[in-house]
């Protein structure tokens, strides 16, 4: 699976729109992009995936470039809530959901 | 609520010791993961089993064995336990072996002393 680049850290003011970039840049044209969750010590949360097109549901939005080499979740108005580390992983959809999970990025909502 | 049920939630342990982590799917799933998350590692994937086969090995030590039962339960055994052995281990389901999301239990949070 391709490796993903993301930021160790970020902030976000509560309210705002906070939006996380993620580099992938040798992605293969078979790999799908996710975006997992982790609040602190509690077990990985799916938020999101998409291929090609952008994906919108009731926690986020992916915006994928039309290179695919990059992505950028976008969570709309964030909340305390919100703070976690947020991971972007690519795989290919049929290789037994072996998720192998990066560093992430540690985001921060400030009040 | 994932609907995933690990126990124990926590549990401390000396070393060389052997302890059983067991893991309840989501009503439905078929495949269970195991993986390991300790402060200098991030999370590693041990060990999946689809239907009770196992599907496949990421870095599971060899003192580390996983089982998943006719019921679909999964328990991952731990022996000749060491002290970098202490960390939180996460046991997730999935629908099929396809889907892309996985649901996370809370965790085992195992201590080694």
Known sequence: DAKTTQPTSMDCA??????????????????????????HSQGPQYIIHGLKNNETNEMASLIITEDRKSSTLILPHATLRDTAVYYCIVR???????????TGTSLTVIP | ???????????ITATGQRVTLRCSPRSGDLSVYWY?????QGLQFLI???????????????????????DLHSELNLSSL??????????????DLYTGELFFGEGSRLTVL
Not at chain 1, 25 to 31: A, D, F, L, V
Not at chain 1, 92 to 102: C, D, H, K, L
């Open chain 2, 48 to 70: 999946q089993y689809y239907n009770g086969e196992e599907r496949a090995k990421g870095n599971i030590l060899e003192r580390f064995s996983a089982q998943q039962f006719p």
């Open chain 1, 92 to 102: 290919v959809a049929r290789t037994g959901n072996q998720f192998y999970f990066g």
């Open chain 2, 82 to 95: 060491e002290l970098g052995d202490s960390a939180l281990y996460f046991c997730a389901s999935s629908r």
């Open chain 2, 36 to 40: 390991q998350q300790s402060l200098d």
């Open chain 2, 1 to 11: 609520d994932s609907g995933v049920t690990q126990t124990p939630k926590h549990l």
């Open chain 1, 14 to 39: 509560e309210g705002r729109a906070a939006n996380l970039p993620c580099n992938h840049s040798t992605i293969s044209g078979n790999e799908y992009v996710y975006w997992y969750r982790q609040i």
